[in-house]
């Protein structure tokens, strides 16, 4: 059974830096398409950051020049570093996987999610 597993999160001060993972294990077939998504109290989730298999990627006009995702598919791990932090990057980070497992039909996958909290 394929999982996502996110690590990295924590408390931050304003300005400051977070490295955050995402590692895919199981029967994986293929990665595709790897998405960061995170979710603040009251808010609904949004897209962050994603990335293509062939490391094309996209980023949510609030974290653009700040953030950055990218891929080792060696490890079948995505990351997102982010930069500059501010308070209204407080939220629980998930990750999603367009993953194919072997055996079974592509579909998406979610990680348990990690808290990143920006606060002096």
């Not at 597993?5 to 995402?22: I, N």
């Not at 990218?70 to 939220?91: F, G, W």
Request: overall charge neutral; aromatic content about 8%; charged content about 20%.
């Amino acid at each position: 059974q394929v999982q996502l597993v996110e690590s990295g999160g924590g408390l931050v001060q304003p300005g400051g830096s977070l490295r955050l993972s995402c590692a895919a294990s199981g029967h994986i077939e293929n990665i595709y398409t790897m998405t960061w998504f995170r979710q603040a109290p009251g808010k609904q989730r949004e897209l962050v950051a994603r990335i293509s298999s062939s490391g094309g990627a996209n980023y949510a006009d609030s974290v653009e020049a700040r953030f950055t995702i990218s891929r080792d598919n060696a490890k079948n791990t995505v990351y997102l570093q982010m930069n500059k932090l501010e308070p209204e990057d407080t939220a629980v980070y998930y990750c999603n996987g367009d993953i194919k497992e072997l055996g079974l039909p592509r579909r998406g996958y979610w990680g348990q999610g990690t808290q990143v909290t920006v606060s002096s």
